[in-house]
């Protein structure tokens, strides 16, 4: 992959020889946003975070006490993270006390990015974080480390409809590496999307694992979507609360922390605009788009649209699991 990204997590300057070793034996494409993908149990990944994958499946000890945030990219992440630091930590800091930490702080600055950080800092001592400690993953069910699906750490998983987080995946990669995705024609993206040959990806695999997961096992994984954190914000976030053990007394609270973790309030703080990174190089402003949903209207075409529609149809068929928009 070239070095002229923006994100270090794009880069392949700092691999093993064992992840070397592995990629050579690994089936490869092209794609968008990297110029080589790796299929690694079953997904498509980026050099960098396929290390991260296998130091963290290595190395991560889940404690029984943990909460891990899973996601396909752009679907929510940011958000759900601001809205689990909020929650869990509402006691000692307190939302309307006008001294939050996420005013000062990036979500993705308060809560560790599993995969990302056994990259980027391989000696990180995730003993240290307090309790109950708080985590990220873009890792399929099947890849997480086994320590965190044999302890009783709790998983809440946050879904988004495909085409609102393929066009938020395609304005932000573009962002990030502008030079290796300008002569990528979107049709082309939406056919490797669909295909399930896209970074991350299959979509549906990574979605279904989790749907299935949290129907077998509720008190382990809990499902929710983009789409009903927008509609209704205050039941999801009372949903989130009892999952984890930690259910609110007072409305006037859910309120707080659903204004405070909104897109109209992160969004406009100055430590999400322009001109600060997270020490990957990426803009903290990148995470901030519209936040809407349907939003792919503008950069999809009918046709576009109508070929996720149809792939999405099949794959989910029988699951149970339907988007609307
Ligand atoms: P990540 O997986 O790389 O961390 P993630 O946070 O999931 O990214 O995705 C960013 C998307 O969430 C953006 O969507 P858009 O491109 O369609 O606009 C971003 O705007 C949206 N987003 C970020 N914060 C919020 C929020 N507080 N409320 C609603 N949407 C949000």
């Given at each position: 992959m070239s070095s002229s990204s923006s994100s270090s997590l794009l880069r392949d300057d700092d691999l093993t020889q064992e992840t070397r070793d592995l990629i050579s034996s690994l089936p490869s494409e092209k794609g968008w946003l990297v110029s080589q993908m790796y299929q690694f149990q079953g997904r498509w990944h980026a050099q960098a975070l396929l290390q991260g994958l296998l130091l963290c499946q290595k190395h991560f000890e889940a404690k029984d006490s943990d909460i891990?945030?899973?996601?396909?990219?752009?679907?929510?992440?940011?958000?759900?993270?601001a809205l689990v630091f909020a929650l869990i930590n509402r006691h000692n800091f307190p939302v309307s006390s006008g001294n939050h930490p996420l005013l000062v702080t990036n979500p993705h600055l308060l809560v560790p990015f599993l995969e990302g950080v056994y990259y980027e800092s391989p000696n990180f001592d995730f003993s240290k974080l307090p309790s109950p400690r708080l985590m990220n993953t873009h890792l399929s069910l099947f890849s997480l480390p086994e320590s965190i699906k044999s302890s009783s750490c709790k998983i809440v998983y946050c879904c988004r409809n495909p085409k609102d987080m393929f066009v938020s995946l395609w304005h932000f990669g573009r962002k990030l590496a502008p030079q290796e995705t300008a002569d990528y024609p979107i049709e082309k993206a939406v056919k490797a999307f669909c295909e399930g040959k896209f970074i991350g990806g299959p979509f549906w695999d990574h979605v279904l694992e989790y749907w299935y997961a949290s129907l077998e096992n509720p008190n382990k994984v809990l499902f929710v979507t983009y789409e009903e954190l927008k509609k209704q914000p205050g039941d999801s976030i009372k949903r989130i609360a009892e999952f984890l053990g930690c259910g609110f007394t007072g409305e006037?609270?859910?309120?707080?922390?659903?204004?405070?973790?909104?897109?109209?309030?992160?969004s406009c703080l100055e430590v999400n605009k322009e001109g600060n990174k997270l020490p990957n190089?990426?803009?903290?402003?990148?995470?901030?788009r519209k936040g809407e949903i349907g939003g792919w209207g503008d950069t999809l075409s009918d046709s576009m649209a109508e070929e996720i529609d149809r792939t999405m149809e099949e794959k989910f068929q029988g699951s149970g699991l339907k988007f609307s928009c």
């Open positions: 891990i945030l899973a996601t396909n990219p752009k679907s929510g992440t940011t958000w759900l993270k006037e609270e859910v309120k707080e922390i659903v204004k405070l973790c909104s897109f109209e309030s992160l190089g990426v803009e903290t402003k990148a995470f901030f």
